[in-house]
């Protein structure tokens, strides 16, 4: 049971889930709709563990006891410590992953990565965004040009309205017979600000996707 698997994304899930509870129940005077927010809820957050042992169904699923606020600061606060960390990277790690920019900008590296779901950061010196992530058991890193909106948008990461930026990066893949200038640009809106997307992002499909177009 001590043994972490909850990931921040799905951290983050389960505090999304919490707060609809939370809110039903100060709002809502009908008992049958609490309960039935309540069961949703707890439905939600299994079907992000299908492989949980019964213990740890168990410390998600205490669900139908909350009722005040601190109860509900206490459920989130007793399955933090089952968090994973985020692949702690060193600086020359990240210099591998980026060999070929020799005066490559290093993020701040002094972060809680329990709260980390990707490493991302700006550039602005030689306008590109840089992106760290896990795939596949594997470390990968992926840079490409930015362009501010100078307004909020859509982020396609953590599907929230935020301040954004365009990502275009050029896709690695070149499909069979094509011509030597060929090239790919792959492009999305997502937040400017990587440390507020990895507060909001629930769910990681869009980003491994993104990611995979972009590697090949």
Not at 155 to 181: M, Q, W, Y
Request: some cysteine; aromatic content about 12%.
């Amino acid at each position: 049971m001590n043994e972490p698997f909850i990931r921040n994304h799905q951290y983050n899930f389960i505090k999304k889930q919490i707060e609809y509870v939370r809110h039903a129940c100060g709002t809502v005077t009908d008992p049958k709709i609490v309960e039935s927010v309540r069961y949703g809820a707890e439905a939600k957050i299994m079907e992000l563990f299908p492989d949980a042992a019964d213990v740890q169904m168990q410390l998600l699923g205490n669900i139908s006891a909350l009722q005040t606020v601190e109860d509900f600061q206490q459920y989130l606060s007793s399955v933090e410590p089952y968090m994973t960390q985020f692949p702690q990277v060193t600086e020359k790690q990240i210099r591998k992953l980026f060999h070929k920019n020799k005066k490559l900008a290093i993020p701040e590296l002094a972060i809680d990565y329990r709260y980390a779901t990707y490493l991302g950061w700006i550039d602005i010196s030689v306008n590109k965004l840089y992106m760290v992530y896990p795939l596949d058991g594997q470390i990968v890193g992926i840079e490409g040009k930015f362009t501010p909106t100078n307004k909020k948008g859509i982020c396609f990461i953590c599907n929230r309205h935020e301040e954004t930026v365009l990502f275009t990066a050029i896709s690695k893949s070149r499909p069979a017979g094509s011509l030597p200038d060929y090239y790919k640009a792959v492009g999305n809106y997502m937040c400017m600000d990587s440390r507020e997307c990895n507060k909001n992002i629930t769910d990681v499909a869009s980003l491994e996707r993104f990611i995979r177009d972009v590697i090949g």
